[in-house]
């Protein structure tokens, strides 16, 4: 009888699953406050890109110190590129890269990491590309993102 009575009750429950529920695909979301999931984020985040692309391309360009000045910034993704004009008169491209990446690069890393908190928390990336003003050749290129902060053991 309870065996009976077991089958019973899952045909029932079978056939009012069938009646009524439709099974929607898995789709994987990750709760951040109760309510956004990763494509949210993603284009919550693609917005900020956006908006800090315009906010700051409205003040260029920007003299940064004697030799440098920010010429253009830009996005590709949640990836935020600043463009920067080095005027280093005759050095040549080949001196300023060496510069660049023995001296400058780590100077970079860190100020970006430290100044870019908010982006790099929000897992936007963020780049840096210096050009020779006489050239416009690119001579020094610096990529973060919050994963490469920790590795170089700069706290964001």
Known sequence: MKLLLFFSTLLLSTSILNANTTVKPFQRTIQVNGD????????????????????????????????????SIDSNGTELIYTFEVDAGSKSDEALKKDGHTRMAP??????????????????????????????????????????????????
């Open 107 to 156: 100077a970079i890393r860190k100020g970006i990491c430290t100044n870019s908190k908010r982006f790099l928390q929000s897992d936007i990336t963020i780049t840096y590309r210096y050009l020779n003003k006489a050239t416009q050749n690119e001579i020094l290129k610096v990529t973060m993102n919050k994963i490469q902060c920790n590795k170089f053991g700069i706290k964001n």
């Open 36 to 71: 956004l999931n990763i494509d949210k984020m993603r284009a919550q985040n693609l917005n900020v890109v956006k908006k800090a692309v315009e906010g700051i391309g409205e003040t260029l360009p920007q003299k940064v110190d004697t030799y440098t000045q920010m010429i």
